[in-house]
C-alpha cells in the first residue's frame, strides 16, 4: 500500500501554521509499514483539491486528507471529494446527536452551520471524534482508500490511532512489520552519543539506528522490520542491550516517557513527597510534573517568588545571603529548597532561581540558573547551568536539568528506578 | 508569480521532522504578494522527485527546492533537476573555497565527499550560505524560476531573506502586495463568530476574512491585495473596524498576541502586581505570564497548594470551607484568590482550583474548574467552566480563561487596555 498525505488549509500555504499532521501520520504509517512517496498540501479552494486528488490517485492508493471538515464555508474537503468521485453527502444522525450533545454540555446555542458537520460521504465509516464535533470518513472505492480527518490535531490524533491505524492494520493483514522503538537519553550530546556508538551505526542494516537531538534530549530510534511482531521485538530488544551496554548510564526511558513522568514514576513508588520554591520557573516545574495524572500523592505544592520581596517573606530567604550572593546564587538555590521542604513538611525540597534572559541579572549572564535539592535533613545540592536559549527554552531547560539531576541523586541514594 | 514549494527529505515522509521550511518560505511569499498553491514534500528519491517537478511545472512558474543539497549520497536534489532540465554540474570556485576554509576554521579535515556541495547548476545564480556549507541556486530557464536551498532552517532562513527574497522582489517589480492580519478572539466558538460575520463573509473579494480555530481561541485572518502596502493597510483597517463593530467584545488581540502576554501588558500599564493560588493549574498560570519577558513588575507570585492540606496550612483556607463545599467550590476558589492576594499584598489575586481529569473530584467530574479573582478589597468573583477535554488541555483553557475574565474585568473597571 503506498499512501499519501493532502493536508487542506489556506492557513498552511500562508505560512500560518507548519503541517504536523503529516509528520503525525507518517510516523504512524510507518510503523505500520505503510510507504509515503509524497506530502501535498492544498489550500481551500475546489479546483485545486481536485487537482491534489488526481494526482495523488497516479501515484497512491490510500490518500489521507487532514484538515476542511469544520461547519465554515472554507472547509470543503468531503465536498470536493463528494463531487469528484460522484458520492452523495448523507446526514448522520449519530454524529449530528454527538454535536447537538456537544453544544448543550458546553451551555451554547448550536448555530444552524454546524449541521453541516454532520454530513458524511455515503457509503463511508464514520470515525468518531472524541475532542471536537466534525466526524472523519473512512471510504473504500475502487482499489483506493480514503480517509479524512479534521484539522486539529489533538482531534486528528486520537482519531487516527483509535479508529483508522486499526482499521488499516487489519486491511494491511499479516504484512511485514516494522516496529520501532525509542531510547531517551539526557546528559549526552548527539555528537558524542554518535561517536560513542559509532560501530553499531556503521553495521546497522535491521534493525536500523537513528539518532536525533530535540529540545534538549537525544533520542535513538531503533527499527526493525520482519514477519511478525515478535520477531520484530525480539531484534530491537537484541539491539537494545547493545545499545545500554554502552550508553546506558544516560538512559532515561524509552518511547512516549518524559523525564517529568519518570520522576513522578520514581516519587509514587518511593512514596515520596515534593515541593518546590520557583522563581525564574515561576511555577512551570511544579505544572509539569502536575501534567501527569496520579501525581497528587507526590506533589504537595510550592511557592513562586518571583521577586526578591517574595523571597524573603514567603520563603524566609535571609537579606544576607540576599546581599552577599544575590538572588541566583547556589546559597539561595539551596536555601530555597531547604525552606520549601520544611514549609511543606515533605521529604523533598527544590528550589530553582536564575536570570532567564533575555537580560541579566545584575553580574549574572542571562541563561545562568542555580538548581537546589533538599533532601531529608542532609545539606542541600546545587548544581549551576550556563544555558544559552531563548528565555522560555532556559526555563523548560531548566525543569528537565531538574528532573535529571534529582532521579540520579534518588537512584543514588538506592530509591527504587 | 505562482510559486509551489518542493521540499526534498525522507525524513520528512517518515515523520521525523514537520516541514517547517515550507511555513517560512511561505509567510515570506505572501509578503511579497506572490501566491502559493501547493506544498509537495517527497524523499531522497530521484524519479519520485523527478515526478514532482513534473507536477510543479503544470502549475506554477515559480519552484523552490528546501534540501538535498548535502554532500552524502542521499542528496541529490540539484543532480534530479540537472539532469531534468539537461543542465551541466559544474565546480563552482568560490563555494569551493567557502567550504575549505569552513573545514579549516572548525579544524576538521575535509572528506572527499564534501567538494559534491561545491558542484552548482551551470549557469544558476549561486546564493552565499553563511551558516553551513552547502551553497544555494537561481536558476531562470525558460518561463521558470527554480530555487534551490538547503535543508536545515539555520541555513535556509537567511539565505533566502538575503539573497532569494530580494531578487524575486526585484523580479516582481512594484507588483501586487498582499498583506494578512489576524483578529483573535476569546470566549466565542467559530461557528457562531461565522454566523455573526455572514453579510461579510458572504460579501468578500478583497479582503479576504477566513476564520480559523486553534487551541479554544478563534481567529478571523483578514487579507488585502493591494499595489502598495499602505493600499492594503487601509483596506485591512476599514475591513477590521467593520468586523469589531459586530464582535468587537470577544476580540482580544491581533498577530501574535496571545491572552498571557495581552494581560501582562494591562497588568504592566495600569502599574498593577498580581499573585496566583493554583491547585489543578499547580504553576501553570504563573508559568505562563512568566514567558512574557518584562513581567516581573506585575507578578508577585503566588503558591502552588496541590493538595487539601496544603490549602489549609500554607493558605489558611478554612477546613469549614472545604467540608462543606469541598475545595472544588466557588467559595474555595474565592478563598484562595482573596487569601493569596493578602499574603502577596498584591491588587490582584487569582485562585484556580477544579478536577483536571482524568479522574472525578467526588461529585465534580473531571472537567469541572472554578476560578476565583480578587481584585482590591472588594468580594472576589468566581466563574465556573465545565471543560470537556484532556487532563492538559483542561489545565490550558483553564489558564486561558482565566486571562480572559481577568482582562474583561480590569476594562470593565475602567483600567487601560
Not at 504512524?28 to 505503510?34: D, K, T, V
Not at 464555508?73 to 449530528?96: N, P, Q, R, Y
Not at 520563603?315 to 545571603?321: D, R
Not at 553580574?363 to 533532601?375: C, L, M, N
Request: include cysteine; charge should be negative.
Amino acid at each position: 500500500m503506498k499512501a499519501e498525505i493532502i493536508a487542506v488549509g489556506s492557513e498552511l500555504l500562508l505560512g500560518q501554521i507548519a503541517n504536523t499532521n503529516a509528520k503525525f501520520i507518517s510516523r504512524q504509517l510507518s510503523e505500520l509499514g505503510i510507504d509515503v512517496y509524497y506530502h501535498t498540501v492544498v489550500g481551500d479552494n475546489a479546483a485545486r483539491l481536485k487537482e491534489a486528488i488526481r494526482v495523488a490517485e497516479n501515484r497512491a492508493d490510500c490518500i489521507i486528507f487532514s484538515g476542511g471538515l469544520g461547519p465554515t464555508k472554507d472547509d470543503l474537503t468531503k465536498e470536493t471529494i463528494a463531487a469528484h468521485l460522484g458520492v452523495e453527502l448523507t446526514l448522520d444522525k449519530k454524529a449530528l446527536e454527538f454535536i447537538e450533545e456537544y453544544f448543550t454540555k458546553h451551555g451554547r446555542e448550536m448555530t444552524e452551520n454546524n449541521r453541516k458537520q454532520a454530513l458524511v460521504l455515503e457509503g463511508s465509516h464514520v470515525l468518531v471524534n472524541d475532542n471536537g464535533m466534525a466526524p472523519g470518513m473512512l471510504l473504500e472505492r475502487g482499489s483506493y482508500t480514503y480517509i479524512l480527518l479534521p484539522g486539529p490535531p489533538k482531534e486528528l490524533e486520537p482519531m487516527f490511532q483509535h479508529e483508522a491505524k486499526p482499521y488499516l492494520a487489519k486491511k494491511l493483514g499479516k504484512g511485514s512489520k516494522i516496529i520501532s522503538h525509542v531510547l531517551r537519553f539526557y546528559g549526552i550530546g548527539e555528537a558524542e552519543l554518535e561517536v560513542r556508538l559509532q560501530d553499531l551505526l556503521d553495521e546497522q542494516t535491521n534493525p536500523t539506528l537513528a539518532p536525533l537531538a530535540a529540545d534538549g534530549e537525544v533520542t535513538l530510534r531503533i527499527t526493525a522490520k520482519a514477519d511478525t511482531e515478535e520477531a520484530a521485538w525480539t531484534m530491537i530488544n537484541e539491539k537494545k542491550e547493545e545499545v545500554l551496554a554502552i550508553v546506558g548510564e544516560y538512559c532515561y526511558g524509552v518511547d512516549d516517557d518524559s523525564l517529568p513522568s519518570k520522576l513522578v514514576d520514581m516519587l509514587v513508588k518511593n512514596n515520596l513527597t515534593i515541593a518546590a520554591a520557583e522563581s525564574l520557573t515561576a511555577g512551570l516545574f511544579q505544572a509539569t510534573l502536575a501534567e501527569i495524572p496520579g501525581v497528587g500523592t507526590a506533589l504537595a505544592g510550592g511557592v513562586v517568588t518571583y521577586t526578591e520581596q517574595a523571597k524573603i517573606e514567603q520563603l524566609g530567604i535571609s537579606v544576607e545571603i540576599i546581599k552577599e550572593h544575590s538572588v541566583v546564587s547556589s546559597e539561595c538555590a539551596a536555601a530555597m529548597a531547604f525552606n520549601v521542604r520544611e514549609k511543606f513538611g515533605t521529604e523533598i525540597g527544590v528550589g530553582l532561581t536564575g536570570a532567564a534572559g533575555p537580560d541579566a541579572h545584575g553580574s549574572e549572564p542571562a541563561g545562568t540558573v542555580w538548581i537546589g535539592i533538599s533532601i531529608g535533613q542532609e545539606p542541600p545540592l546545587t548544581y549551576l547551568l550556563q544555558l544559552s536559549g531563548s528565555r522560555n527554552t532556559n526555563r523548560l531547560r531548566t525543569v528537565k536539568f531538574t528532573c535529571s539531576y534529582l532521579m540520579r541523586n534518588l537512584i543514588e541514594k538506592g530509591y527504587k528506578n
